[in-house]
């Protein structure tokens, strides 16, 4: 047996409807189909793949950063994802990676992850 791709992130927090609403609006997240798992949450959907989990219920000192630096997330639209992003007053950090020329851009959401979104070289930052 081996591994052939990556099923999901799961997210911890203590506002569900807030995490949701700044997937959808930052990474263009859909929530769908949840099975009743006895717990508050949402699945975020994109391209009909459950591929962020959301865990609620947590207490905001719960909300603690483990061994896991960030997820990475594919993305078109850099310049429109900058400007939403300044628009709602999120600090970000974006630089274009030396050899691919990949634009990185990294913020974190509400519950303190760090989101990192990959844009094709050609997408020009203004």
């Given at each position: 047996?081996?591994v ?5 992130f ?13 997937y959808?609006?930052h ?13 508050p949450?949402a ?11 959301v865990v609620?219920g947590?207490?905001r ?7 896991i630096?960030?997820?990475a997330?594919?993305a078109?639209g850099l ?12 600090p970000?950090?974006c ?12 913020f ?6 760090r ?12």
């Amino acid at each position: 047996m081996s591994v052939h791709g990556m099923n999901h992130f799961t997210i911890l927090t203590d506002d569900v409807d807030r995490t949701i609403a700044f997937y959808r609006e930052h990474l263009g997240l859909e929530p769908g189909a949840r099975p009743d798992l006895g717990f508050p949450g949402a699945w975020l959907y994109a391209g009909g793949a459950a591929i962020l989990h959301v865990v609620g219920g947590r207490m905001r000192e719960e909300l603690k950063p483990g061994v896991i630096d960030h997820m990475a997330f594919s993305a078109r639209g850099l310049d429109t994802r900058l400007a939403q992003l300044d628009a709602a007053g999120i600090p970000y950090a974006c630089r274009q990676q030396v050899g691919s020329g990949t634009w990185q851009l990294f913020f974190f959401d509400p519950n303190g992850a760090r989101v990192e979104l990959d844009f094709d070289a050609s997408e020009r930052s203004s």
